[in-house]
Nanobody, 112 residues
Framework: QVQLVESGGGLVQAGGSLRLSCVASGTIFRDNDMGWYRQAPGKQREMVAIITRSGATNYADSVKGRFTISRENAKNTVYLQMNSLKPEDTARYYC??????WGQGTLVAVSS
């Protein structure tokens, strides 16, 4: 059974930084595309960043130049480095394997 556990969320002031981590178990991590998604209150879940098994990345326009997704296959971990945070980045952030398995999420709150 595939499980994902996110961590690293918290409360930060606008302009600050956070690094989210997602540890996967029960899957051959290096063979999977991984992604970070977010859902703000009253809004639909949206893609934030994706990293393929080969290391190619794709970002939502709203986070390009501010967020960086990376993976460390030896640790079964995918990261999301978030810089220059804005209040509109406030959301619960979820990690996903191929958009098929989801973690419980970690809450990010950015104050103005």
């Amino acid at each position: 059974q595939v499980q994902l556990v996110e961590s690293g969320g918290g409360l930060v002031q606008a302009g600050g930084s956070l690094r989210l981590s997602c540890v996967a178990s029960g899957t051959i991590f290096r063979d999977n595309d991984m992604g970070w998604y977010r859902q703000a209150p009253g809004k639909q879940r949206e893609m934030v960043a994706i990293i393929t098994r080969s290391g190619a990345t794709n970002y939502a326009d709203s986070v390009k130049g501010r967020f960086t997704i990376s993976r460390e296959n030896a640790k079964n971990t995918v990261y999301l480095q978030m810089n220059s945070l804005k209040p509109e980045d406030t959301a619960r952030y979820y990690c996903s394997v191929e958009e098929l398995v989801w973690g419980q999420g970690t809450l990010v709150a950015v104050s103005s």
